[in-house]
């Protein structure tokens, strides 16, 4: 079995301090995880994957995310959040051997000037 | 080059009725997905194509539910007798192939509203 557990519902930064939205995962084997995100009636977006190479990732507009297999978890951080980057964010998890992702239930991400 | 596209953007049905959301994936890309995003649910999957091996259904919510995918390329959707817990963003996913790592790119999704 997959899953994903995305632990805030909603989180709020203010511009220029730093983001962490948590993430930890259920697979039975070595997973692939991923991070997309979803802005305001737009399509979902890959931020970055994981896929068993450098257990630290960087993705796309300064966002990384660490992945700690004694945790369980994938984290995605970012050092100084930007007005732009308030939007849905969604952790993913997939299982060799699954036709298909699991997405955690997402976190708001919500900036403040 | 061109992403993945959905038809239409918004579909709005009377209960009963049946529609048909539509999906190009993009080209060259052998897996194709559909999931469905409504609130309180978050996203699910519904049905996997992979080349021209017999799709993987295990997600559809009822008989009501069906897909295809016609010539390894464009898919079709199909709900019969729309129910109001039908209203969702329907969205279409495809990557280049099957492996765990293999990146979804999505498109923007059909939302329906089911009166």
């Known amino acids: 079995a997959q899953s994903v557990t995305q632990l805030d519902s909603h989180v709020s930064v203010s511009e220029g301090t730093p983001v962490l939205l948590r993430c930890n995962y259920s697979?039975?084997?070595?997973?692939?995880l991923f991070w997309y995100v979803q802005h305001p009636n737009k399509g979902l977006q890959l931020l970055l994957k994981?896929?068993?190479?450098?257990?630290l990732v960087k993705g796309i507009n300064g966002f990384e995310a660490e992945f700690k297999k004694s945790e369980t978890s994938f984290h995605l951080t970012k050092p100084s959040a930007h007005m732009s980057d308030a939007a849905e964010y969604f952790c993913v998890v997939r299982s060799p051997g699954y036709s298909t992702l699991t997405f955690g239930k997402g976190t708001m991400l919500l900036v403040s000037p | 080059g061109a992403g993945v596209s959905q038809s239409p953007s918004n579909k709005v049905t009377e209960k009963g009725k049946d529609v048909e959301l539509r999906c190009d994936p993009i080209?060259?890309?052998?897996?194709l997905y559909w999931y469905r995003q409504s609130l309180g649910q978050g996203l699910e999957f519904l049905i996997y194509?992979?080349?021209?091996?017999?799709?993987?259904k295990s997600g559809l919510p009822s008989d009501r539910f069906s897909a295809e995918r016609t010539g390894g390329s464009v898919s079709t959707l199909t709900i019969q007798r729309t129910q109001q817990e039908d209203s969702a963003v329907y969205l279409c996913?495809?990557?280049?192939?099957?492996?765990?790592?293999?990146?979804?790119?999505f498109g923007p999704g059909t939302r329906l509203l089911v009166l």
């Open positions: 996913a495809s990557s280049l192939g099957r492996g765990s790592g293999e990146t979804q790119y």
């Open positions: 080209s060259g890309h052998t897996a």
């Open positions: 994981y896929t068993s190479a450098a257990t």
């Open positions: 697979s039975s084997y070595s997973p692939s």
């Open positions: 194509f992979q080349g021209n091996s017999a799709p993987d």
